[in-house]
């Protein structure tokens, strides 16, 4: 994206009682490795060739012992709310729900509105070796997991995600091969997506047994362009829109399955798991927001896409969007996709649709003096209220990500934070784009005083 020097215009205004907020999740910046049990993170990176960097997140952004300074850079930028996961490993060791005790009261302490993610892909490995989300049983631990962490902060906590992007977790971690726990099964990982909904909706049933009337998901959508109007394009494209997007939220909000898919789905009785998935367990719904994608049908060779490489044998590929700017990642840059995703949720599934939030949007770029990532925030913002205008009901919206991080795959190569971490010294340096934020949320609650 070319730097612009020009000051931006005043955002419009979002209505009162708009939620704002900054997201993180706990592998991705906790560290203090040695006082939680493994994940299956820490066994992914172990592997050779997994990590772009070779890295591992054991001490990352060392936010365990660091998280009353970026707690007080939350309470500076002005946000309302703070998404932080709650890390499974680390709920499993003794004293291990200490620290998330203590960042609740921290967060509470400073105003800000504390919001638990329970699952952010990073499974304990002694439920990987029991079959992980391939596994029914791990839902119904998963919904154990949820009630010792409600009993525990509960109190304090009003507002709950249950997981976050069960899509990636499902076709990056188990499908291709690319994300923890490495396994490349395509079509054969369909029970993983299936029994994270059936896990969001047990543990829905825990957080509201515990008396939670806050519950969300934070789900990874995205347009899906079409490649070209030929039918085998049109096609191809209307597949991966069903396995990336319908598939994880037709479940949710219509309670079935795309069709095609119920079939495919384990278990003995499809109709009584996608009710437990769809009856009351979902008080608004969080959509993670980055990049539209343009889909033909498949190709001949495998494709390299952002780090990926899709295989062959899909029967989509995957299309470069040209014509816009891209971030660090690759990604390109396209605001009003935001508001035709947004206004095709709305389309798609009219009054039976919860309130939306925007649970992650963000970028990837290097540098303090981020006028890109300015640049990116501004013309999402904007494209979300265009959203607002066409009567779309949006809730909130979460910048990914509050500080740069360990991304995964791509271990400390790709910066999504407001805030500069040198990972040497732990220095947090915020950046222009923080400052940008922390003006513009300001100028917002001037329009309304
Ligand atoms: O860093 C990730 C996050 O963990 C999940 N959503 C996408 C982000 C950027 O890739």
């Known amino acids: 994206m070319t730097a612009t020097e020009e000051p931006l215009s005043p955002l419009p205004s979002f209505p009162p009682g708009f939620l704002w907020g900054v997201s993180t999740s706990a592998h991705q910046i906790e560290g203090a490795a040695d006082r939680r049990a493994p994940s299956i993170w820490d066994a992914f990176s172990a592997e050779p060739g997994r990590i772009r960097d070779g890295s591992t997140a054991d001490t990352a952004c060392d936010h365990v012992a660091r998280h009353r300074e970026d707690v007080a850079l939350v309470r500076d930028l002005g946000v309302d709310a703070y998404r932080f996961s709650v890390s499974w490993p680390r709920v499993l060791t003794t004293g291990g729900l200490d620290f998330y005790d203590r960042l609740v009261d921290e967060l509470c302490a400073q105003g800000v509105l504390p ?25 119904a631990r998963f919904a154990d997991h949820a009630a010792t962490v409600v009993a525990r902060i509960g109190d ?28 490349k099964l395509l079509f054969d990982a369909l029970p993983v997506a299936h029994h994270q909904l059936l896990g969001h909706g047990l543990a829905a049933r825990a957080l509201r047994a515990a008396g939670a009337r806050e519950i969300g998901i934070a789900n990874s ?71 539209p994608t343009k889909v033909g049908a498949p190709g001949t060779a495998d494709v390299e896409f952002s780090g990926l490489t899709l295989p062959a044998e899909l029967p989509f590929s995957v299309r470069e969007i040209e014509g816009h700017p891209k971030t660090d990642f690759d990604w390109p840059v396209v605001p009003e996709a935001l508001t035709e995703l947004l206004t095709g949720f709305r389309d798609r599934y009219g009054d039976r649709l919860p309130p939306l939030v925007v649970t992650e949007n963000g970028c990837a770029y290097e540098g303090v003096d981020d006028r890109e990532r300015i640049a990116y925030l501004d013309g999402h913002l904007r494209a979300l209220h265009r959203a607002l205008e066409q009567g779309v009901d949006v809730r909130g919206y979460f910048v990914w990500s509050l500080l740069d991080n360990w991304e995964w795959a791509e271990g400390y190569t790709k910066r999504f934070g407001l805030v500069h971490v040198d990972y040497t ?7 222009a784009s923080y400052g940008w934020l922390r003006d513009a949320l300001r100028a917002q609650r001037a329009s309304r005083a």
């Open 425 to 431: 010294t732990q220095v947090r340096t915020p950046k």
């Open 156 to 183: 304090r906590v009003t507002r709950w995600i249950t997981l976050n992007e069960p899509a990636e977790h499902t076709l990056l971690g188990h499908a291709l091969g690319e994300h923890a726990p490495g396994h």
């Open 221 to 291: 959508h995205g347009p899906t362009w079409p490649a070209s109007t030929e039918q085998a394009d049109v096609e191809a494209a209307d597949l991966y829109d069903i396995i990336l997007n319908r598939l994880f939220s037709d479940p949710l909000i219509l309670g079935r399955y795309p069709d095609g898919f119920g079939e495919l789905m384990p278990g003995d009785d499809l109709a009584a798991d996608l009710k437990v998935i769809s009856e009351d367990t979902l008080d608004w719904y969080g959509i993670n927001f980055y990049q």
């Open 115 to 139: 919001v638990p993610t329970l699952f952010h892909w990073d499974l304990p490995v002694e439920v990987q070796e029991r079959g992980g989300w391939l596994e029914r049983d791990t839902a």
